[in-house]
């Protein structure tokens, strides 16, 4: 699948995409928020071939894409994970491009793409009380913050609180009548 913004190509991940996801997926200041990384080469092998395989699923549940100018090496990832009409939504950006939304229009298309394509009745995604920017992100794509869960996320041996968002999903309500 693709998703086109109008600045984005969001593309399904090959292989080959190694090396421009593995420089943002083992840069520290990524990780910090985040319960992976910083990657080992290892690591990035592995999750690409996890994105991979999730793409030949019969029914799929992890839409993982790269985020990219047409034609171009990822620079970031966002990602829906679906479990019983429920989606959970995330995203990484490199650091050279933070800060002129583009983890904003990608996140906003997924979101989009979970609620009138896959009908999920909720989308839900969660951030660290201190990751000021993500939960910007989460507030301009229209998600609402319903609540903090304490010490949720092992982050690198230290227990960590989550802010909580929201998009309940009116189109699959509508649907599921
Ligand atoms: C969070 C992250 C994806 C944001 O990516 P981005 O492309 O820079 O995000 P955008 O440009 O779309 O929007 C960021 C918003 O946060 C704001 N922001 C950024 N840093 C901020 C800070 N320290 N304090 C307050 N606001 C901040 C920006 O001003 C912008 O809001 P605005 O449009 O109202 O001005 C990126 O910083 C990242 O990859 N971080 C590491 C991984 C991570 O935290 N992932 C999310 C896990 S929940």
């Not at 086109?4 to 292989?15: A, H, N, S």
């Not at 839409?63 to 990602?79: E, I, Y």
């Not at 229209?142 to 092992?154: C, E, P």
Request: hydrophobic share 40%; aromatic share 10%.
């Amino acid at each position: 699948m693709e998703l086109q913004t109008e600045r984005l190509l969001l593309r399904e991940y090959t292989v080959d995409d190694f090396a421009a996801v593995h420089a943002f997926a083992a840069d520290v200041r990524i990780a910090e928020y985040v319960d992976w990384g910083p990657n080992s080469a290892a690591d990035t092998k592995q999750f690409l071939e996890m994105c991979v395989a999730a793409q030949g699923d019969a029914v799929r549940t992890n839409f993982t894409l790269a985020v990219t100018f047409a034609n171009g090496d990822p620079f970031g990832s966002v990602g829906l994970s679906v479990d019983h009409g429920r989606g959970d939504l995330g995203y990484v950006i490199d650091r050279d491009h933070w800060g002129q939304g583009y983890a904003t229009e990608a996140a906003a298309s997924l979101l989009r793409f979970g609620k009138e394509c896959l009908k999920l009745r909720e989308i839900t995604a969660t951030c660290r009380p201190e990751n000021t920017a993500s939960a910007r992100v989460l507030e301009k794509i229209g998600m609402v913050h319903v609540g903090t869960r304490t010490a949720d996320k092992l982050i690198r041996g230290r227990w960590r609180d989550s802010l909580v968002f929201s998009a309940a999903n009116s189109i699959a309500w509508h649907h599921a009548k």
